[in-house]
């Protein structure tokens, strides 16, 4: 998958740059109105003002995603921890040991007095 995005940002690069370069006229941008009738005038290429333009159109949509991913984050972690919080423990059962006979080393010693 890494290989396909890359591939797309790729050609999507290179539409981008042949469009700058192809459109390298400058235009005049009119910005705002001043208060002697004239206005706050720039100078600007085509592509650079269209590249712009996009990058402004595209920012709503960007934070709208990045909200919506950093919501859905918060509610798969509150999820997950109360699912840690509710879950029982599967109890370990200890494994039974046979229990040790006179001939596997259990030994009564006896002590006389003599032995203190």
């Not at 003002?49 to 595209?58: C, N, R």
């Not at 509710?86 to 001939?103: D, K, N």
Request: charged fraction near 10%; proline fraction near 8%; aromatic fraction near 14%.
């Amino acid at each position: 998958m890494q290989i396909i995005r890359t591939i797309s940002w790729v050609v999507i690069t290179a539409i981008l740059v042949a469009f700058i370069a192809i459109n390298w006229t400058t235009v005049a941008v009119n910005f705002w109105p001043l208060n002697n009738g004239n206005y706050l005038h720039f100078e600007w290429p085509v592509g650079v003002i269209a590249l712009i333009f996009f990058a402004f159109g595209m920012l709503p949509v960007w934070l709208y995603l990045r909200a919506v991913r950093w919501r859905l984050n918060r509610r798969i972690e509150t999820l997950e921890k109360s699912l840690q919080a509710t879950a029982t423990p599967t109890p370990i059962v200890p494994s039974a040991a046979p229990a040790p006979t006179a001939t596997q080393g259990a030994t009564f010693d006896t002590y006389s007095p003599k032995d203190l």
